[in-house]
């Protein structure tokens, strides 16, 4: 298994043991490898949710510029809702997995059809 499989396993791990979720694995293998070589960098790889200007940068580069959403205040509040699904107090919040807890939210699985 490589590193990226094994990524993938901790994610799903944390879709089900964390957020109450069953994970759609083909859904998350493809959002994973849309994350690119960030998954592999322990700073990149996770999201500061304690950070307005991090948040600013999910909406951004990922709702707006990947799912192609347009700005509005249901982002923010989507990404809100994704953070407290995992947990505030959840140390590592694993970018993949906000991301695939954000295009399920929007319904935008397409764009990684």
Same mark, same amino acid.
């Given at each position: 298994m490589g590193k990226r499989d094994e990524l993938i396993a901790t994610y799903a791990d944390d879709l089900r043991k964390k957020c109450g979720m069953t994970p759609d694995m083909d859904l998350l293998t493809k959002v994973t490898i849309g994350c690119g070589p960030s998954i592999y960098n322990a700073d990149a790889s $996770? /999201? !500061?949710? #304690?950070?307005? #200007? &991090? @948040? &600013? $940068? /999910?909406?951004?580069?990922? @709702?707006? *510029? *990947?799912?192609?959403?347009?700005?509005?205040?249901?982002?923010? !509040? +989507?990404? &809100? *809702? +994704?953070?407290? $699904? =995992?947990?505030?107090? &959840?140390?590592?919040? =694993?970018? +993949? /997995?906000? =991301?695939?807890?954000?295009? *399920?939210?929007f319904g935008k699985e397409s764009v990684y059809g």
């Open positions: $996770t /999201v !500061a949710s #304690s950070q307005k #200007s &991090e @948040l &600013e $940068t /999910v909406k951004e580069n990922f @709702l707006i *510029k *990947k799912l192609g959403l347009k700005d509005s205040p249901d982002l923010m !509040a +989507a990404i &809100e *809702k +994704a953070i407290d $699904t =995992y947990g505030k107090s &959840e140390r590592n919040k =694993y970018r +993949a /997995v906000i =991301y695939y807890m954000l295009t *399920k939210h």
